[in-house]
């Protein structure tokens, strides 16, 4: 079965359908492309969208992390990435949709904003990525794409200080539904890999980690993407961090 992903290196929702194709046991060729540029590209290459991760496979074109879960289930049951009891697999796709919805926007604006104060940490991210050019040249263009990133996705200042205010209790669900079983079970269900990836980013950056790591749903994060390129240093001002603090367990 032939299968050509293209991603953005940094990807947390490109990381999910990575996982994906992993845990089918589906043999792929990956295509990274640079932030704003995979847009025209996409479109060259005939993708009904602009945004990643983006897959060939089996004559068609897929696109988004809750999209190829799907198809990736109807290609290839086994294993499944949801489960097979209707209960338990809505409970599944609400958490899914949540992480798609919710989770995987903040964390995107945190990061671009993090990225656009340190720009020189997005190298980091590239690492073990094959561009068609050596990442530091690749790095060097990078400030009008870091600057349109931050834009077309509203990491505003504003933005990003309410998402930090907000993280506390994003966590808080995420420990819920992992006390549930809905998350974290023995088998990587699609939910998880939706959750962890963005946590995951999140965890890449020195503000954030620690509070983050220390809990269940740091713990998930790691368990499902132990590895994760890329790093960024304290960055944000101290009071954008505060509702971190006043969160963080005794």
């Known amino acids: 079965m032939a299968a050509t992903l293209y991603v953005i290196p940094g990807s947390h929702p490109s990381m999910a359908a990575r996982l994906m194709l992993q845990q089918k046991g589906i043999e792929y060729r990956r295509v990274d492309l640079m932030p704003v540029i995979s847009k025209a590209v996409l479109k060259a290459l005939r993708f009904p969208g602009v945004t990643v991760p983006a897959l060939k496979i089996g004559g068609r074109r ?25 209960e338990r697999r ?14 995987q926007g903040m964390a995107r604006r945190i990061w671009w904003n993090a990225i656009g104060r340190d720009r020189s940490s997005i190298g980091t991210y590239a690492e073990g990525a094959r561009l ?19 834009r077309l996705n509203r990491a505003d200042d504003d933005s990003v200080r309410a998402d930090l205010a907000a993280l506390p209790g994003v ?20 939910a998880d890999l939706q959750v962890a990836t963005s946590l995951r980013l999140l965890i890449t950056l020195d503000d954030v980690r620690g509070a983050i790591a220390d809990r269940p749903a740091g713990e998930l994060a790691t368990r499902v993407v132990p590895e994760l ?16 603090r006043e969160a963080a367990p005794a």
């Open 90 to 103: 809505a409970a599944v796709e609400e958490a899914e949709r949540w992480g798609d919805d919710r989770l």
């Open 229 to 244: 390129p890329g790093h960024v240093g304290p960055v944000f001002p101290s009071a954008w961090l505060e509702p971190l």
């Open 62 to 86: 897929i696109q988004g992390s809750l999209q190829i879960a799907r198809e990736l289930d109807r290609m290839r049951p086994e294993p499944p990435l949801f489960p097979g009891e209707a």
């Open 171 to 190: 966590l808080e669900r995420v420990d819920d539904w992992i006390e549930e079983g809905v998350l974290g079970g023995e088998t990587v269900n699609a």
């Open 132 to 150: 068609g050019i050596p990442i530091g040249l690749a790095v060097k263009t990078t400030p009008p794409i870091i600057a349109a990133s931050v």
